[in-house]
């Protein structure tokens, strides 16, 4: 772990702990109990998004259906949310994973990476048109100076995400991945690096050539939104096992917006603390009390756990396995 990463975490979590011992942790933990094994039907309910968001990696992968099809993708995009949610390793460490994961399964190593690179940005980009869509609906009926507290937040929120994959799409347009390898190679310059450019630039114009394939764009941007729509059945399931219901619109609204200051706190890994102080924000807009909305954010933690230490154990198994198939590959000398 870098040392910005480190000290990233350690705020994450003075702030995550904070908030809990603000509210009473007593009271929250015996809110959260409530849910009981209701927990594990909200992870299972949460593998609805997922599929739909290995849908785009499928869509994306086109040309390498029949070698890899949509259960490879379920697993790559299955790996990647659970190295991102639990690992701190930023927001890089799950598309790397996925990118091996395709390429171990015979896809080439350029356009895994294309696709990999591609899905993220038109997540990213789906997220924000939900966001935004949560925030048309949250002006019609949201009033008051609380509000208006909320909204700047949101706001801001979506900008940040805005600008961050503006610059990350304009990067990918102009060869992203052959100018990091020339940056890196001016700076350690000490060995060859024509062949990793060579990769690099490869990579580089399939991402150009992927944005070309419009329809398979739109399709995988339709497929990321509706993800988001439906996990909206998320954050209502886990209230309602709390014992709190909510409308579907009040839990559009925590979802969304929650979604997009999470998402604007993306160099903090997990969004530690952050996530949490999304939902005390949102909370009073929807009724919900103080320590229902940290149940909630704690909820989700849970399903991240459930859904991701597997995960990451499968990562490792799977390496393990990879590993073992290319050492015993290499011929043994006489």
Not at 113 to 125: E, G, K, N
Not at 302 to 327: C, D, F, K, M, T
Request: aromatic content about 8%; glycine content about 10%.
């Amino acid at each position: 772990m870098t040392r910005a990463a480190l000290i990233l975490l350690s705020v994450g979590v003075a702030l995550f702990i904070a908030l809990l011992a603000w509210q009473g942790f007593g009271s929250v933990a015996s809110t959260l109990m409530v849910a009981g094994w209701g927990l594990a039907l909200v992870a299972a309910f949460h593998l609805l998004p997922l599929l739909l968001d290995a849908g785009t990696i499928f869509i994306l992968s086109d040309g390498q259906r029949r070698r890899h099809g949509l259960r490879v993708a379920i697993l790559a995009r299955w790996t990647g949310e659970s190295v991102n949610s639990l690992l701190p390793a930023g927001q890089i460490g799950g598309p790397v994973l996925m990118v091996r994961h395709l390429a171990h399964h015979g896809m080439r190593m350029r356009d895994a990476a294309a696709a990999i690179t591609v899905s993220t940005t038109v997540q990213a980009v789906s997220q924000i048109g939900f966001a935004l869509f949560g925030l048309a609906i949250f002006a019609v009926y949201a009033t008051g100076g609380e509000s208006q507290n909320v909204r700047k937040a949101a706001l801001i929120a979506v900008v940040v995400l805005a600008l961050c994959m503006a610059a990350f799409y304009v990067a990918q347009r102009r060869g992203l991945f052959g100018r990091v390898l020339r940056l890196a190679s001016s700076i350690f310059g000490k060995r060859d690096w024509s062949e990793l450019t060579a990769h690099a630039d490869a990579i580089d114009s399939a991402v150009r050539e992927l944005y070309s394939e419009r329809r398979r764009i739109v399709v995988s941007f339709c497929l990321s939104f509706t993800g988001w729509l439906v996990g909206t059945g998320e954050v209502w399931l886990a209230l309602h096992f709390l014992g709190h219901q909510v409308g579907w619109l009040d839990a559009l609204l925590l979802e969304s917006i929650g979604q997009a200051i999470r998402g604007a706190a993306f160099a903090i890994p997990g969004s530690l603390g952050v996530q949490e102080g999304g939902y005390l924000l949102l909370a009073p807009l929807v009724g919900l009390p103080s320590e229902a909305a940290l149940a909630l954010s704690l909820a989700k933690r849970a399903r991240e756990l459930v859904l991701g230490v597997p995960g990451i154990l499968y990562v490792h198994l799977s390496e393990r396995n990879w590993q073992r198939r290319q050492a015993s590959r290499i011929p043994v000398a006489d």
